[in-house]
Protein backbone atom coordinates (compact mmCIF):
# COMPACT_ATOMS: atom_id res chain seq x y z
CA UNK A 1 0.00 0.00 0.00
CA UNK A 2 2.89 2.64 0.47
CA UNK A 3 4.35 1.95 -3.05
CA UNK A 4 0.89 1.95 -4.29
CA UNK A 5 0.23 5.02 -3.23
CA UNK A 6 3.65 7.01 -3.12
CA UNK A 7 2.60 10.89 -2.49
CA UNK A 8 -0.52 9.86 -0.16
CA UNK A 9 2.22 7.63 1.99
CA UNK A 10 5.21 10.72 1.57
CA UNK A 11 2.60 13.57 2.97
CA UNK A 12 1.50 11.37 5.55
CA UNK A 13 4.61 9.94 6.89
CA UNK A 14 6.48 13.85 5.97
CA UNK A 15 3.88 14.87 7.83
CA UNK A 16 4.34 13.62 11.02
CA UNK A 17 8.14 13.44 10.72
CA UNK A 18 8.12 17.14 10.97
CA UNK A 19 6.19 17.67 13.76
CA UNK A 20 7.90 14.92 15.65
CA UNK A 21 11.15 16.61 14.40
CA UNK A 22 10.53 19.54 15.47
CA UNK A 23 8.79 18.98 19.03
CA UNK A 24 12.12 16.70 19.67
CA UNK A 25 14.04 19.97 19.23
CA UNK A 26 11.96 21.65 21.21
CA UNK A 27 12.34 18.90 24.20
CA UNK A 28 16.51 19.38 23.59
CA UNK A 29 16.26 23.46 23.82
CA UNK A 30 14.07 22.78 27.13
CA UNK A 31 16.10 19.91 28.83
CA UNK A 32 19.30 22.17 28.17
CA UNK A 33 17.74 25.10 29.63
CA UNK A 34 16.13 23.14 32.68
CA UNK A 35 20.01 21.65 33.09
CA UNK A 36 22.17 24.39 33.84
CA UNK A 37 25.17 24.09 36.52
CA UNK A 38 24.25 20.46 36.83
CA UNK A 39 27.78 19.74 36.61
CA UNK A 40 29.11 20.50 39.40
CA UNK A 41 30.46 18.55 41.81
CA UNK A 42 28.33 18.53 44.71
CA UNK A 43 25.76 21.30 42.77
CA UNK A 44 23.00 20.29 45.73
CA UNK A 45 25.19 21.91 48.43
CA UNK A 46 26.00 24.71 46.24
CA UNK A 47 23.63 27.80 46.81
CA UNK A 48 23.06 31.36 45.83
CA UNK A 49 22.59 34.60 48.37
CA UNK A 50 20.03 37.09 47.95
CA UNK A 51 18.99 40.05 49.10
CA UNK A 52 15.76 42.02 48.84
CA UNK A 53 15.19 45.67 49.85
CA UNK A 54 12.60 47.86 50.61
CA UNK A 55 12.66 51.56 50.06
CA UNK A 56 9.66 53.39 51.41
CA UNK A 57 7.05 53.74 49.14
CA UNK A 58 8.19 51.36 46.87
CA UNK A 59 7.98 47.90 46.40
CA UNK A 60 10.57 45.38 47.36
CA UNK A 61 13.55 45.22 44.95
CA UNK A 62 14.77 41.65 44.73
CA UNK A 63 18.74 41.16 43.67
CA UNK A 64 20.89 38.05 42.90
CA UNK A 65 23.42 40.15 44.86
CA UNK A 66 23.97 41.02 47.83
CA UNK A 67 26.71 43.34 50.00
CA UNK A 68 29.99 42.20 50.20
CA UNK A 69 29.86 42.01 53.91
CA UNK A 70 27.84 39.37 53.59
CA UNK A 71 30.23 36.20 52.80
CA UNK A 72 31.44 36.75 56.31
CA UNK A 73 28.35 37.21 57.89
CA UNK A 74 27.15 33.99 56.94
CA UNK A 75 30.35 31.83 57.61
CA UNK A 76 30.20 33.54 61.27
CA UNK A 77 26.28 33.18 61.48
CA UNK A 78 26.46 29.58 60.24
CA UNK A 79 29.60 28.15 61.06
CA UNK A 80 27.81 24.86 61.76
CA UNK A 81 26.32 24.66 58.23
CA UNK A 82 28.33 26.48 55.74
CA UNK A 83 31.77 25.05 54.72
CA UNK A 84 32.99 27.82 52.89
CA UNK A 85 31.92 30.80 50.44
CA UNK A 86 33.42 33.20 47.97
CA UNK A 87 32.55 36.50 46.37
CA UNK A 88 32.57 37.38 42.18
CA UNK A 89 32.30 40.99 41.45
CA UNK A 90 32.04 41.47 37.54
CA UNK A 91 34.57 44.42 36.06
CA UNK A 92 35.18 46.42 32.29
CA UNK A 93 38.83 47.13 32.67
CA UNK A 94 41.28 48.36 30.37
CA UNK A 95 43.82 45.30 29.56
CA UNK A 96 46.56 45.75 27.67
CA UNK A 97 48.79 42.54 26.47
CA UNK A 98 52.03 43.93 24.86
CA UNK A 99 51.46 46.54 21.99
CA UNK A 100 47.50 45.47 21.99
CA UNK A 101 44.44 46.76 24.23
CA UNK A 102 41.58 44.91 25.13
CA UNK A 103 38.16 45.64 27.17
CA UNK A 104 37.05 42.63 28.46
CA UNK A 105 34.63 41.46 31.46
CA UNK A 106 36.64 39.63 34.39
CA UNK A 107 35.68 38.51 37.76
CA UNK A 108 37.10 39.73 40.81
CA UNK A 109 36.39 36.76 43.32
CA UNK A 110 37.73 35.09 46.44
CA UNK A 111 40.03 31.97 46.86
CA UNK A 112 37.77 29.27 47.92
CA UNK A 113 36.21 29.75 44.61
CA UNK A 114 38.76 27.24 43.32
CA UNK A 115 37.16 25.18 46.64
CA UNK A 116 33.59 25.34 45.36
CA UNK A 117 33.77 25.10 41.67
CA UNK A 118 35.70 22.27 40.07
CA UNK A 119 37.01 23.84 37.49
CA UNK A 120 39.15 21.89 35.39
CA UNK A 121 42.80 23.51 35.31
CA UNK A 122 44.88 23.23 32.32
CA UNK A 123 48.26 25.41 33.47
CA UNK A 124 49.36 26.39 36.76
CA UNK A 125 47.58 26.46 40.26
CA UNK A 126 44.26 28.04 40.42
CA UNK A 127 43.80 28.37 44.58
CA UNK A 128 47.57 30.02 44.28
CA UNK A 129 46.36 32.48 41.87
CA UNK A 130 43.89 33.70 43.93
CA UNK A 131 45.26 34.19 47.07
CA UNK A 132 48.09 36.28 45.01
CA UNK A 133 46.83 40.13 44.63
CA UNK A 134 48.93 40.62 41.73
CA UNK A 135 48.06 37.30 39.49
CA UNK A 136 45.57 36.52 37.39
CA UNK A 137 44.01 33.12 36.28
CA UNK A 138 43.05 33.10 32.09
CA UNK A 139 40.89 30.73 30.44
CA UNK A 140 41.62 28.81 27.75
CA UNK A 141 40.05 30.67 25.30
CA UNK A 142 41.38 34.10 26.25
CA UNK A 143 45.11 32.98 26.81
CA UNK A 144 44.70 31.72 22.64
CA UNK A 145 43.14 35.12 22.00
CA UNK A 146 45.81 37.12 24.20
CA UNK A 147 49.17 34.58 23.21
CA UNK A 148 47.98 32.25 20.38
CA UNK A 149 49.13 29.59 22.95
CA UNK A 150 47.80 27.85 26.28
CA UNK A 151 51.86 27.91 27.55
CA UNK A 152 51.40 31.78 29.03
CA UNK A 153 52.30 31.05 32.92
CA UNK A 154 54.67 33.86 34.23
CA UNK A 155 53.15 36.11 31.31
CA UNK A 156 52.62 39.48 32.44
CA UNK A 157 49.50 41.94 31.60
CA UNK A 158 48.01 45.23 32.56
CA UNK A 159 44.62 46.35 34.15
CA UNK A 160 43.38 49.25 34.44
CA UNK A 161 40.33 49.81 36.02
CA UNK A 162 38.75 52.52 38.34
CA UNK A 163 42.04 55.34 39.25
CA UNK A 164 44.23 52.06 39.74
CA UNK A 165 46.60 50.61 36.87
CA UNK A 166 48.75 47.39 38.04
CA UNK A 167 50.49 44.61 36.26
CA UNK A 168 49.50 40.89 36.43
CA UNK A 169 51.14 37.40 35.94
CA UNK A 170 49.36 34.65 34.52
CA UNK A 171 49.27 31.80 37.61
CA UNK A 172 46.52 29.79 35.93
CA UNK A 173 45.05 28.46 32.79
CA UNK A 174 41.76 26.83 32.69
CA UNK A 175 39.51 25.07 30.30
CA UNK A 176 36.31 27.09 29.11
CA UNK A 177 33.11 26.54 31.15
CA UNK A 178 31.06 24.61 29.85
CA UNK A 179 27.93 26.89 28.09
CA UNK A 180 25.47 26.10 30.41
CA UNK A 181 26.17 28.00 33.90
CA UNK A 182 25.34 31.16 35.13
CA UNK A 183 29.07 31.97 36.23
CA UNK A 184 30.80 32.11 33.10
CA UNK A 185 33.97 33.96 33.45
CA UNK A 186 37.14 34.49 30.53
CA UNK A 187 39.39 36.03 33.77
CA UNK A 188 39.68 35.53 37.14
CA UNK A 189 41.65 37.84 39.41
CA UNK A 190 41.58 38.23 43.74
CA UNK A 191 39.17 40.26 45.28
CA UNK A 192 41.08 42.55 46.68
CA UNK A 193 39.57 44.86 49.25
CA UNK A 194 41.96 46.86 49.33
CA UNK A 195 41.53 48.35 45.71
CA UNK A 196 37.98 49.75 46.48
CA UNK A 197 38.82 52.50 48.55
CA UNK A 198 36.66 54.90 46.32
CA UNK A 199 34.05 52.22 46.97
CA UNK A 200 34.06 51.33 50.36
CA UNK A 201 30.12 50.76 50.41
CA UNK A 202 30.37 48.08 48.46
CA UNK A 203 31.99 45.98 51.28
CA UNK A 204 30.48 47.78 54.80
CA UNK A 205 26.64 49.03 53.53
CA UNK A 206 24.22 46.12 53.91
CA UNK A 207 21.68 48.40 51.28
CA UNK A 208 24.80 48.45 48.15
CA UNK A 209 24.17 44.51 46.77
CA UNK A 210 27.28 44.78 44.51
CA UNK A 211 29.04 41.12 45.07
CA UNK A 212 27.34 38.06 43.78
CA UNK A 213 28.16 35.19 46.40
CA UNK A 214 27.77 31.50 46.72
CA UNK A 215 28.70 29.13 49.35
CA UNK A 216 28.28 25.36 49.78
CA UNK A 217 27.26 23.31 52.63
CA UNK A 218 28.95 21.26 54.99
CA UNK A 219 28.28 16.94 54.45
CA UNK A 220 25.77 17.35 57.38
CA UNK A 221 24.80 21.31 56.41
CA UNK A 222 20.98 21.75 56.77
CA UNK A 223 19.67 24.71 53.90
CA UNK A 224 16.07 24.65 56.09
CA UNK A 225 18.04 25.62 59.34
CA UNK A 226 19.65 28.46 57.37
CA UNK A 227 16.62 29.54 55.49
CA UNK A 228 14.66 29.79 59.32
CA UNK A 229 17.75 31.61 60.81
CA UNK A 230 18.25 34.72 57.94
CA UNK A 231 15.78 36.78 59.54
CA UNK A 232 17.54 36.12 62.80
CA UNK A 233 21.14 37.46 60.88
CA UNK A 234 19.59 40.48 59.34
CA UNK A 235 18.38 41.12 62.80
CA UNK A 236 22.18 41.08 64.17
CA UNK A 237 23.73 42.75 61.57
CA UNK A 238 21.49 44.94 59.48
CA UNK A 239 20.92 48.15 61.30
CA UNK A 240 18.23 51.18 60.04
CA UNK A 241 20.29 53.73 57.96
CA UNK A 242 19.74 57.62 59.62
CA UNK A 243 17.78 58.43 56.47
CA UNK A 244 15.43 55.89 57.01
CA UNK A 245 14.83 56.13 60.41
CA UNK A 246 11.25 57.40 60.36
CA UNK A 247 10.13 54.55 58.64
CA UNK A 248 11.44 52.03 59.77
CA UNK A 249 12.25 50.61 63.14
CA UNK A 250 13.98 47.53 62.58
CA UNK A 251 16.44 46.14 59.76
CA UNK A 252 13.90 43.35 59.30
CA UNK A 253 11.11 45.42 57.85
CA UNK A 254 12.84 46.50 55.02
CA UNK A 255 15.71 44.06 54.22
CA UNK A 256 15.67 40.21 53.92
CA UNK A 257 18.16 37.76 52.74
CA UNK A 258 17.20 34.22 51.06
CA UNK A 259 19.24 31.09 49.38
CA UNK A 260 18.95 29.56 46.18
CA UNK A 261 20.10 26.46 44.60
CA UNK A 262 22.75 26.98 42.18
CA UNK A 263 20.82 24.49 40.06
CA UNK A 264 17.55 27.48 39.96
CA UNK A 265 19.32 30.67 39.44
CA UNK A 266 19.30 30.18 35.40
CA UNK A 267 15.57 29.34 35.68
CA UNK A 268 14.72 32.23 38.41
CA UNK A 269 15.91 34.99 35.89
CA UNK A 270 12.88 36.96 34.80
CA UNK A 271 10.68 34.60 32.01
CA UNK A 272 13.06 31.82 32.18
CA UNK A 273 10.44 29.33 33.83
CA UNK A 274 7.32 30.92 31.72
CA UNK A 275 9.47 30.79 28.33
CA UNK A 276 10.06 27.00 28.98
CA UNK A 277 6.28 26.59 29.90
CA UNK A 278 5.03 28.50 26.98
CA UNK A 279 8.11 26.40 24.37
CA UNK A 280 6.58 22.93 25.83
CA UNK A 281 3.30 24.27 24.76
CA UNK A 282 4.28 24.70 21.76
CA UNK A 283 5.91 21.26 21.19
CA UNK A 284 2.74 19.65 22.47
CA UNK A 285 0.53 21.65 20.13
CA UNK A 286 3.11 20.77 17.07
CA UNK A 287 2.58 17.08 17.84
CA UNK A 288 -1.11 17.36 18.24
CA UNK A 289 -1.45 19.16 14.77
CA UNK A 290 0.47 16.26 13.15
CA UNK A 291 -1.51 13.50 14.65
CA UNK A 292 -4.78 15.49 13.18
CA UNK A 293 -2.96 16.07 9.85
CA UNK A 294 -2.15 12.04 9.73
CA UNK A 295 -5.71 10.86 11.29
CA UNK A 296 -7.46 13.23 8.76
CA UNK A 297 -5.32 11.37 5.81
CA UNK A 298 -5.52 8.27 7.09
CA UNK A 299 -9.27 8.39 7.56
CA UNK A 300 -9.33 9.91 3.86
CA UNK A 301 -8.05 6.87 2.74
CA UNK A 302 -9.06 3.96 4.40
CA UNK A 303 -12.54 5.18 2.34
CA UNK A 304 -10.31 4.16 -0.92
CA UNK A 305 -9.71 0.67 0.83
CA UNK A 306 -13.43 -0.64 1.67
CA UNK A 307 -12.84 -3.42 -0.99
CA UNK A 308 -10.21 -4.86 0.34
CA UNK A 309 -11.63 -4.89 3.80
CA UNK A 310 -15.13 -6.51 2.16
CA UNK A 311 -12.61 -9.08 0.20
CA UNK A 312 -11.05 -10.17 3.44
CA UNK A 313 -13.95 -10.56 5.82
CA UNK A 314 -15.50 -12.54 2.12
CA UNK A 315 -12.47 -14.58 2.46
CA UNK A 316 -12.66 -15.28 6.26
CA UNK A 317 -10.61 -12.35 8.04
CA UNK A 318 -12.26 -11.66 11.50
CA UNK A 319 -13.00 -8.40 13.50
CA UNK A 320 -9.71 -8.91 15.23
CA UNK A 321 -7.32 -9.50 12.59
CA UNK A 322 -8.73 -6.46 10.73
CA UNK A 323 -7.92 -4.12 13.65
CA UNK A 324 -4.43 -5.48 14.21
CA UNK A 325 -3.82 -5.08 10.59
CA UNK A 326 -4.72 -1.36 10.20
CA UNK A 327 -3.08 -0.45 13.99
CA UNK A 328 -0.44 -2.64 12.59
CA UNK A 329 -0.01 -0.68 9.26
CA UNK A 330 -0.36 3.01 11.30
CA UNK A 331 2.26 1.97 14.10
CA UNK A 332 4.90 1.25 11.22
CA UNK A 333 4.31 4.51 9.48
CA UNK A 334 4.91 6.45 12.63
CA UNK A 335 7.42 4.49 13.22
CA UNK A 336 9.17 5.49 9.96
CA UNK A 337 8.13 8.82 10.68
CA UNK A 338 9.95 9.06 14.20
CA UNK A 339 12.85 7.88 12.08
CA UNK A 340 12.80 10.34 9.64
CA UNK A 341 12.09 13.29 12.05
CA UNK A 342 14.96 12.37 14.23
CA UNK A 343 17.44 12.56 11.49
CA UNK A 344 15.71 15.72 10.33
CA UNK A 345 16.70 16.65 13.92
CA UNK A 346 19.98 15.57 13.62
CA UNK A 347 20.60 17.25 10.10
CA UNK A 348 19.14 20.36 11.52
CA UNK A 349 21.05 20.58 14.69
CA UNK A 350 24.32 22.57 13.63
CA UNK A 351 21.85 25.52 12.52
CA UNK A 352 19.52 25.60 15.05
CA UNK A 353 22.31 25.48 17.34
CA UNK A 354 23.98 28.49 15.32
CA UNK A 355 20.69 30.36 16.07
CA UNK A 356 19.71 29.78 19.19
Not at 17 to 32: P, T
Not at 48 to 60: C, F, L, T
Not at 169 to 191: D, E, H, M, Q
Amino acid sequence: NLFKNKLYSAINILGLAVGLGACLMLILFIIDESHYDQFWTDADNIYRIESSIKSPGNDPWANGNVSGKAKQALLNYFSEEVSTATRFVEEYPIITVGENVFEEPIYLTDPATADIFDIEVLAGDLRQTLTDNRSIALSQELAIKYYGSTDVIGQVLTIAQSNSKHDYRVGAVYKKLPRNTVISFNALIKLNEDDFTEQPWMFNNWLAPRTTTYFKLKPAGDIENINQHLVSLVSDNVAVPDYWADNYSIATEFFSLATLPIQDVYLNYPNKKSNLILFAAIAVLIVVIACINFTNLSIARSTRRAREVAMRKVVGASQKQLIIQFLGETLFIALIALVVGVALAELLMPAYNNFL
